[in-house]
């Protein structure tokens, strides 16, 4: 399969959690059904990231493309999950601090570039690289959407590792229901479908390096993220 194939799996999942989340309670079969399909993109966007950064003419420009589309999708990514715009454009400062994947993407690409960059110590790179982790805790998907980017860049050529490399970091996520059921909590079932990260796999094996789409199609993911967002949020808040 090609990039944009994949990416398109990606999208239409992404696009089926997100009515779930907005509109399916997640202890039902069905809440359960679609946020397990929905797993798959969050691993698919991490991927070509990673490869996106070895196939750019010029990283810096699609640094900064990452970075104005995290800005543009932060208002509808806030107004989709709570009901209410970031400040400072409400009165609301309840409004917790977290913001959309397109942040946590970028912070993915920018530890490729530090970890590449051979102007810089081993010392240095290792710290700006734990910084970035740091930082990317307020985004969606976080942490492990960071590393995920940067465990499949440095062993890109190598899906085994690959593989192998997004599965640990995937364990806390895709377990996470065991937490609670040894906790005792007897909603822990809502969790089963975070095991839903792995159906990745098998997607990704398919990938056989053509770009596909056309030459605008890189496009359609910046600007489909945030209007969904707007959207779903409408349907479920504001009309």
């Known amino acids: 399969m090609s990039s944009y194939t994949l990416k398109m799996i990606a999208v239409t999942a992404m ?13 039902t079969l069905l809440g359960q059904i679609m946020h ?9 966007m991490c991927y070509f990231i990673a490869e996106g950064y070895y196939h750019t003419r010029n990283v810096k ?42 942040y946590t993407l970028l ?9 590449h960059n051979e102007k810089i110590s081993d010392v240095a790179r290792l710290t700006l690289i734990l910084l970035l982790c740091i930082l990317a805790v307020p985004g969606d998907w976080g942490l492990t959407g960071v590393l995920w980017i940067f465990l499949f860049g440095i062993n890109r050529g190598n899906f085994k590792e690959q ?13 996470s229901f065991l937490i609670l059921l040894l906790d005792g909590d007897s909603r822990w079932y809502e969790q089963l479908f975070q095991m839903g990260v792995y159906l990745a796999i098998p997607l ?16 359609f993911f910046y600007i489909f993220y945030p209007l969904h967002l707007t959207v779903i949020g409408l349907l479920k808040y504001g009309i």
């Not at 409400?90 to 977290?98: F, H, R, V, Y």
């Not at 912070?107 to 970890?115: K, Q």
């Open 36 to 44: 397990t399909i929905g797993r798959l993109t969050a691993p698919i």
């Open 163 to 175: 593989a192998l490399a997004f599965s640990i970091i995937a364990i806390p996520i895709a377990f």
């Open 15 to 27: 696009l089926i959690d997100h009515i779930g989340w907005a509109f399916v309670p997640t202890g």
């Open 204 to 219: 990704l094996a398919q990938y056989n390096g053509e770009r596909g789409g056309g030459k605008t199609s890189k496009w």
């Open 61 to 102: 420009k699609y640094a900064l493309r990452l970075f104005v589309f995290a800005l543009i999708s932060h208002v509808p990514f806030c107004y989709y999950r709570t009901g209410q715009l970031p400040f400072p454009f409400s009165k609301n400062l309840s409004t917790p601090i977290e913001t959309s994947v397109m």
């Open 107 to 115: 912070l993915g690409l920018l530890t490729l570039v530090v970890w």
